[in-house]
């Protein structure tokens, strides 16, 4: 099946900022006009099964991005499949990139759509809020760390020991990933906030701890790179995120799609329950726990 014919993708690959007004890249002075069926706001890995998924329907799609595609939180994490799914194997081929913007420059244009999905992970927030909806999401910063190449070890995930959040693996290469031990990287002190984070040694060392305490035989091990990512928090109670339309009056055809702490995982079957829902106005699935408005009344 060939889905990409009608998929468009339109990101930042590179951010560099131009003194010159981002209108006149495109000539003639006039912000430039473009239509689609539907505009896909989010290009991470729940924002590109979306988009494959109605593509595949036949749908015309328009997915945008501000940086690179899987750049943020689909990018920063370990990718774990915390409940051990096969994968989603996604065909690059298939995809028309077009570039949006030159590298000496931002850009502006206008968009016009008749369907919107808001799949912009810990952005979902001060989007939504343009719409003038609050949602229960939050800024969750995570770190990631990396060993040198070890003799095989450890063939299993570690996702919890105790009390301890720990997720930690052993890739094929040897290397070590581990995320957490309760210590993430730098977050900014307004939690709505979706800042970047950065790596902190405090909490290098601390999770580091962690992992020696649990694996007394990564002591020795030295650490080779260490990187930070901001994901999206949708509660305890909820790991699996909201999706759903927005059904307030005078809202038309929006949508939200927000994964909790399974995105990696989850983000086939979102991205396949959101076309549904865009397409047919209902999911094969029972997402009535995961609606808008729930979330909404739990704030």
Partial sequence: MTCGRSLRIRAHPL??????????????????????????????VLGCATAYCLACRGVDVLLIERGALNREASGANAGTLHMQIPAFHFRSQYLESSIFAQRQGDFRT????????VVAGAQTRQVMGLFGLDLPILPHPLQVMVTVPQAPLLRHLLQHAGSRHLSLRQTQSGTFLLIGGGWPGFEPADRRSSSRVEVTYRSLLANA????????????????????GMTSSTGRWNRVGFIGEDRRAGQRKLFVVVAGGWGFTLSPVLGRLAAELVVEGSASLDIEPFSLERAVARM
């Avoid at 206008?110 to 999905?117: E, H, P």
């Fill in 15 to 44: 951010r560099r900022r131009s003194t010159s007004r981002p209108e006149r890249l495109r000539g003639g002075g006039r912000t430039p006009v473009d239509s689609t069926d539907v505009l896909i706001v989010g290009g991470g």
């Fill in 209 to 228: 701890a962690v992992a020696i305490d649990v694996v007394p035989a990564l002591s020795d091990v030295p650490l080779i790179r260490a990187w930070a």
């Fill in 110 to 117: 206008t968009i016009r759509a008749k369907r919107i999905v």
